[in-house]
């Protein structure tokens, strides 16, 4: 083997440990200035390290970014990043299984059905509120990102579009939708329950139905509890094989959540099944591999303006 094929394999463990997925060869040095080190050890020429990696037979180069690659190569080239094998397939499985999630249609409507419902909960909906147009979003999309810096009311705008999709249910006849509260640590996960505790109290006072404010969960658990986390192993109980059988599945503090940790949640969650992600993307990052919710916000692009089927859609209750 190389030693240039030797150096990247050593400079791909040393991004995880760092934080990243992979690093780039043709900038390699970014993962020294990282480390404050003034100079970087010898490295070879970006150009023959690229064709060093490319021939090797332990680097994988798969052409398209759904194909798994070859499981006998422990390195993975691709778009320009050199990955220990594992984090490029986190990543590979992180992004389809976010498609099909998205691509999941939520059950249908009666819009007039919600309008009073809405209304009281959001009296300023057609006054371009925010808060109101994430709660209708959530029932037309399947996954669902609310982001904003502290004291931007996202968990209030979780209780109400929780709400929302408990008074959706009632009106169509459904049972009611079985709901999961997570975050990353225990102390985030009480935070989201306490939260949420408030907000309903507040509905409450505000004359929302008692019956609905009954049906919110009134607890959180770690992600690793609600995965079920299997004893000296790094794989969980609920997996594609054996999904959660929740029906919305709602995480705080998103942003602290790693690469393999968000891979094997997503592949947990069952077709059909809501996916809400809930945090800031510059609050709080991850302490192992991964600026996941950074990536998948980079990914989405801006939220401020509505699909043209949701705004046709949720127009009686929130305007065009």
Known sequence: TPDSVLAAAALASLAVAQGHAGFAP??????????????????????????????????ACPEGGADEADPSAPLVLEGGLLYLRRYREYERRLALGLRRIAAAPLPAFDVAALAGTFAALFPAARDDDRQARAAALALRRALLLVTGGPGTGKTTTIAKLLVLRLAQAAASGQPAPRIALAAPTGRAAERL????????????????AGEWLAALPTGASTLHRLLGSLPDTPRFRHDADNPLAQDIVVVDEASMVDLPLMAKLVDAVADGTQLILLGDADQLPSVEAGDVLAAILAAAGPGDALAADDATALAPLIGT
Do not use: C, T
């Not at 970014?30 to 020429?45: C, I, T």
């Not at 329950?193 to 505000?206: F, H, P, V, Y």
């Open 193 to 208: 329950a306490e939260s949420l505790r408030r907000a309903a109290a507040s509905m409450a006072a505000a004359g929302i």
């Open 26 to 59: 043709a900038n390699p040095q970014l993962l020294f200035n990282a480390r404050n080190e003034s100079e970087p050890p010898p490295l070879p020429a970006p150009a023959g390290w690229q064709a060093d990696l490319q021939a090797s037979p332990w680097v």
